[in-house]
């Protein structure tokens, strides 16, 4: 079967760095999505990684290594809206997206 | 602003009572989704159109239908909803079907809720 798995929830302070890891067993592999998610809103686009290595958009930085069935979203200088919910997911052979259930980040002061 | 609008963002119905939730798209993208999520789950997709090609994923009740009419519209049909069917569904498009990079841009989602 099909299978991706993150943490439930972490919890930073403001100001820190956090990784959220996730790692995925998939038939095939066309690219790795992170999506941020606030409570009873919907997923916004965060990143893509289709090829291995480290990509960085402003605070935000996600790493993938293929041959692990790894990947990890780094944030930093968090801020306290970054409290909201993080979403791993994975195309697979048929190009379909397979999510996992994500990863409650909560910051605190 | 090109976007995903979903129709209402909340809706309550009562048990076994048909609900239809819409979703309209200015991206003119050709794949639309429809997704069912609950809370602290994964989103899981109900069903997806290339164009007017309809996909049913295996494990979607057939409670549930899809319609589009037309490359903006979409339309999401609970014949009977069951208390289970309460969540907040999502629709999401995206401009490539069959290409690898294909992220789903979604609307803010619509809250059911069933009495």
């Known amino acids: 079967g099909q299978n991706i798995d993150q943490p439930t929830e972490m919890t930073a302070t403001e100001g820190a760095i956090v990784q959220i890891n996730c790692t995925y067993q998939?038939?095939?592999?066309?690219?790795l999505f992170w999506y941020q998610q606030h409570a009873g809103e919907a997923p916004t686009f965060l990143s893509y990684n289709v090829l291995d290595g480290l990509e960085e958009k402003g605070r935000f930085s996600s790493f993938l290594s293929r041959s692990k069935g790894y990947s990890y979203l780094l944030l930093k200088e968090l801020q306290m809206k970054d409290s909201a919910s993080y979403l791993c997911?994975?195309?697979?052979?048929?190009?379909?997206?397979?999510w996992g259930a994500g990863t409650k980040l909560i910051i605190k002061p | 602003d090109a976007m995903v609008i979903q129709n209402p963002r909340y809706q309550v119905t009562q048990f076994g009572k048909p609900v239809t939730l819409s979703c309209s798209q200015t991206?003119?993208?050709?794949?639309m989704y429809w997704y069912q999520q609950k809370s602290s789950q994964a989103p899981k997709l109900l069903f997806h159109y290339y164009d007017k090609d309809f996909n049913n994923e295996a494990d979607t009740p057939d409670n549930f239908q899809s319609r589009r009419p037309n490359t903006s519209f979409c339309f999401l049909d609970i014949r009977s909803p069951g208390l289970g069917d309460a969540a907040m569904y999502l629709c999401?498009?995206?401009?490539?079907?069959?290409?690898?990079?294909?992220?789903?841009?979604f609307g803010p989602g619509t809250r059911l809720t069933v009495l």
């Open positions: 998939t038939s095939g592999f066309n690219g």
């Open positions: 997911a994975v195309t697979d052979s048929n190009y379909q997206l397979i």
């Open positions: 999401a498009t995206s401009g490539l079907a069959g290409g690898a990079y294909n992220e789903q841009f």
């Open positions: 991206l003119n993208h050709n794949v």
